[in-house]
């Protein structure tokens, strides 16, 4: 068996689906349809039992596509409460029921789900842009966001 210790995963193993390599650097693993192993494991850990570790927590906030910041506003928190919980491995239970509902209602195809997500998302990608002010003599005055420098 292989372990699969994606994101921080510690207890997944695969029985079977994948097969080892020889290459010119050595040994190399290959997954087949990692795409739905991942699918898979993200629906197990929805429906699994007692509370999420902070890794399964990351892991599933992260096949969101949500930073920690998205999901901070999504719960009414800031982000560095939701990089605590994912260090620590102490999600509170609304958070981790939220979050399992999130990424259900995701995949099942909820588009106003999805929706909010993405506007979250872009929210937070606008918060570090900054708005380029250029003058043209046809248009005047045109707005352009670039990525604002650290």
């Given at each position: 068996?292989?372990?699969?210790?994606?994101?921080?995963?510690?207890?997944?193993?695969?029985?079977n689906g994948y097969e080892t390599r020889k290459t010119p650097y050595g040994e190399a693993t290959a997954?087949h349809d990692l795409d739905g192993l991942i699918l898979s494991i993200c629906g197990a850990l929805v429906?699994?039992?007692?509370?999420?570790?902070?890794?399964?927590?990351?892991?599933?906030?992260?096949?969101?596509?949500?930073?920690?910041?998205?999901?901070?506003?999504?719960?009414?928190?800031?982000?560095?409460?939701?990089?605590?919980?994912?260090?620590?491995?102490?999600?509170?239970?609304?958070?981790?029921?939220?979050?399992?509902?999130?990424?259900?209602?995701?995949?099942?195809?909820?588009?106003?789900?999805?929706?909010?997500?993405?506007?979250?998302?872009?929210?937070?990608?606008?918060?570090?842009?900054?708005?380029?002010?250029?003058?043209?003599?046809?248009?005047?005055?045109?707005?352009?966001?670039?990525?604002?420098?650290?």
């Amino acid at each position: 068996m292989l372990k699969f210790d994606d994101g921080g995963l510690r207890d997944v193993w695969l029985a079977n689906g994948y097969e080892t390599r020889k290459t010119p650097y050595g040994e190399a693993t290959a997954i087949h349809d990692l795409d739905g192993l991942i699918l898979s494991i993200c629906g197990a850990l929805v429906r699994k039992g007692g509370q999420l570790t902070g890794a399964e927590f990351r892991y599933l906030r992260q096949h969101l596509r949500l930073s920690q910041a998205s999901l901070g506003k999504l719960l009414g928190v800031s982000e560095q409460s939701v990089a605590l919980w994912e260090k620590r491995s102490r999600i509170p239970v609304l958070a981790d029921k939220h979050l399992r509902l999130l990424w259900t209602e995701r995949h099942e195809g909820n588009e106003t789900i999805a929706r909010v997500m993405q506007r979250v998302n872009d929210v937070e990608r606008l918060i570090h842009q900054r708005l380029v002010m250029k003058t043209t003599p046809r248009k005047g005055w045109q707005a352009q966001a670039e990525a604002a420098e650290a």
